[in-house]
């Protein structure tokens, strides 16, 4: 064992007076406060632009090694079309970022605008990043326009898929300009299907090293019989290229498959995401929400469906009637009207078990007696293997866990993602928006919540009211009726500071004045590094553990960033705690 520089006793006194108790996120974030150096505001353009309606990381488009994100307008009017819809890339920089950031400045270089074709399609109404679909090693886009009419069928959907590339882009995108090479069009099948209300990467589901895509439809009518159960579809990725158009109706199996709903009015679809590994077999899978199911006899307690990845091969189509445990499982909402399903995210891995779960939103449950203040559910991923239901009553804090939304009709929940790591501790964390949430008196200016991931376990339920900086924190909207957490997600690492970020919009904010231009809302990870036993404080307990890490040559034991453990970093240590992570 190395010998272990100690604490002299006025040492310890003085740091127990310093630093010590302190939690380095704040219990609550107010986004009125974003500097520049927290985070920084995107301000919409035009009246009823409706921008944040949809927020996503980009992941990285541009190949500069930094990641961007994406922005939906679908109320946007871009070339005159009324309602077309737009989309807007912000490029991440380690530059830095002023406290707010103009989306008409976008020009090229530090963004671009992507806009939509005609009018009331409504392009933008879902964004994501697709992973890499064609192989090129860089990241593409996804946008779904709900109400486009590909081959004049009215109201049955388009999504458009954008390539990444390190030759840069134009200050705007015409997404009628795609022609193969620069990203290709995915025609919705029949009329008033509304495919793209739901996009997402869906990783790799089928094993050949490319990344997928999935869409969901969730008015569409499967098997001609059960009217609106919906359908998903997933799009495999390939390197032989794509024609400037693909219509899902041709998914045959080789190309990608239909994934489809079980019974009528189900609205399957309504929410998409890759899952993840929840199985622990190295290979993605994909998660479906169908608000208006019936489990157990519960009308519109909503359910959502986890369809495992395989590299044996997909069917043209696949029933989510017939998931049996082997090829996937059912998740049961739990009361009458809850809308589990509402949102869908892959929750990343928050237990640090090394296996990804699951994040479920039920917009319109009622925790504790009030009525829709709404819930989530995390549910863990496991190698063990599943059955082919699982009741989201039975989660007990060893499978998953319920995470309660406050106030009565706050709709926690009504978007759900993976946060990545906000906090540095290395364990994935969460966000969960409230977009009709109070803060501060301020009515429907809504609320953002992050749920710190954790090794050391999670009860049966979580109330979002006990978030106190040490176990997540509480971001609060700004004005009355902004909607902030209408949508949310993790933005990745914008800044390029190794440490994750987050993204909130709120399509009904008036930047500049401009009624429902909408503003979206960069909130920078930050990092304790004195905090050596991760439990988002700074106490004496730290230098027991940076003592332990320091025997082990453990990454905590580097306080000084030189990429090694040395006494040096005892100094730095002492010196990091003191100026504590405020």
């Known amino acids: 064992m190395r010998p272990v520089p100690t604490l002299s006793p006025v040492l310890v006194l003085a740091l127990a007076g ?6 380095f996120f704040p219990a609550e974030l107010e986004l009125s406060s974003l500097d520049g150096t927290t985070g920084f505001v995107l301000k919409g353009i035009d009246s009823r632009d409706f921008s944040g309606n949809s927020v996503s ?8 090694g930094i990641d961007d994100i994406i922005i939906g307008a679908n109320g946007a009017d871009p070339n005159g079309h009324y309602a ?3 989309s807007y890339v912000v490029f991440g920089r380690m530059a ?3 406290a707010s950031l103009e989306l008409s400045s976008l020009d090229g270089t530090m963004g671009f605008v992507i806009n939509g074709i005609d009018a009331y399609d409504f392009s933008g109404r879902s964004v994501s990043s ?15 326009a709900n109400r486009a009419d590909p081959n004049g069928n009215s109201g049955s959907g388009e999504s458009y898929v954008v390539f990444g590339r390190t030759t840069g882009f134009g200050a705007s995108l015409e997404l009628s300009s795609l022609d193969g090479t620069t990203g290709f069009v995915l025609n919705g099948i029949d009329a008033n299907d509304f495919s793209g209300a739901s996009v997402s990467s869906a990783g790799d589901v089928n094993g050949d090293g490319i990344d997928d895509i999935i869409i969901g439809a969730y008015k569409a009518y499967p098997n001609r019989i059960n009217l609106l159960a919906g359908e998903s579809y997933v799009v495999f990725g390939r390197t032989t290229g794509f024609n400037a158009s693909l219509d899902l109706s041709t998914l045959n199996g080789t190309t990608g498959f239909m994934l489809n709903g079980v019974d009528a009015f189900d609205y399957s679809g309504y929410s ?8 622990g077999d190295g290979i993605e899978d994909l998660i479906i929400g169908a608000i208006l199911a019936d489990p157990n006899g519960n009308p519109k307690a909503g359910e959502s469906y986890v369809v495992f990845g395989r590299s044996t091969g997909f069917g043209a189509s696949l029933d989510l009637s017939s998931l049996d445990g082997t090829n996937g499982f059912v998740l049961n909402g739990i009361d009458a009207n809850d809308r589990s399903g509402f949102s869908v995210s892959s929750a990343g891995d928050v237990n640090g078990d090394g296996i990804d779960d699951l994040i479920i939103g039920a917009v319109l449950a009622g925790p504790n007696g009030n009525s829709e203040a709404g819930e989530s559910y995390v ?3 496991r190698s063990t293997g599943f059955g082919a239901s699982l009741d989201l009553s039975s989660l007990d804090g060893t499978m998953g866990f319920v995470i309660n939304g406050i106030d009565a009709y706050d709709l926690s929940g009504r978007s759900v993602s993976s946060a990545g790591d906000v906090n540095g501790d290395g364990i994935d964390d969460l966000i969960i928006g409230a977009y009709r949430a109070d803060p501060n008196g301020n009515s429907k200016a809504g609320e953002s919540y992050v749920v710190f991931g954790r090794s050391t376990g999670f009860g049966a339920s979580l109330d979002l009211s006990s978030l106190d900086g040490t176990n997540g924190f509480v971001i609060n909207g700004i004005d009355v009726l902004d909607y902030s957490g209408f949508s949310v997600s993790a933005a990745g690492d914008v800044n390029g500071d190794g440490i994750d970020d987050i993204i909130i919009g709120a399509p009904r904010a008036d930047p500049n004045g401009v009624d429902s231009a909408g503003e979206s809302y960069v909130v920078f990870g930050r990092r304790c590094l004195a905090d050596t036993n991760h439990d988002g404080m700074l106490t004496p ?3 027991t553990a940076w003592s332990a890490a320091f025997n082990a040559m453990a990454p905590e034991c580097d306080q000084n960033g030189d990429g090694l453990c040395t006494p040096a970093d005892f100094t730095a240590w002492v010196a990091n705690f003191t100026a504590g992570c405020g």
């Open 57 to 64: 990381s980009a992941g990285d488009v541009n190949g500069d």
């Open 96 to 98: 830095g970022f002023g």
């Open 541 to 543: 307990a730290d230098f």
């Open 18 to 23: 310093s630093a010590s108790g302190q939690a």
């Open 379 to 381: 549910v863990f991923g």
């Open 272 to 279: 998409v995401s890759s899952a993840g590994d929840v199985n």
């Open 84 to 86: 077309a819809g737009a």
């Open 130 to 144: 697709a992973g890499d679909v064609n192989g090129d090693g860089l990241d593409d886009l996804i946008i779904g």
